[in-house]
Nanobody, 122 residues
Framework: QVQLVESGGGLVQAGASLRLSCAASGRSVRSYAMAWFRQTPQKEREFVAATYWSGGRTLYADSVKGRFTISADNAKNTVYMQMTRLKPEDTAVYYC???????????????WGQGTQVTVSS
């Protein structure tokens, strides 16, 4: 069992930055690839970014490439997503997710957090 708790969302203006955090706990946390997804009421949940705890591999959606950076702090069991040059279309609930195993890119996610709201005003 793995528990994921997101934090760091908020209301910002276009062009601003935010850093989301995902605190992970439970058994064998390091056996999971970690990812961020986002969802709005109008759209299905979409992939944003993924990484391993050990680093070395990252993957980004085209819509955020060059603006968002995913990273993992092994000492804190926390995954971050630094978001810069935010746009109104980045407004969504952001979810942290964990995928068991070494498949890359991850295709099935086993655990999800409760989500954190990010709102970007124009």
């Amino acid at each position: 069992q793995v528990q994921l708790v997101e934090s760091g969302g908020g209301l910002v203006q276009a062009g601003a930055s935010l850093r989301l955090s995902c605190a992970a706990s439970g058994r064998s946390v390091r056996s999971y690839a970690m990812a961020w997804f986002r969802q709005t009421p109008q759209k299905e949940r979409e992939f944003v970014a993924a990484t391993y705890w050990s680093g070395g591999r990252t993957l980004y959606a085209d819509s955020v490439k060059g603006r968002f950076t995913i990273s993992a702090d092994n000492a804190k069991n926390t995954v971050y997503m630094q978001m810069t040059r935010l746009k109104p279309e980045d407004t969504a609930v952001y979810y942290c997710a964990a995928a068991y195993g070494s498949n890359w890119p991850p295709v099935a996610y086993n655990y999800w957090g409760q989500g954190t709201q990010v709102t970007v005003s124009s």
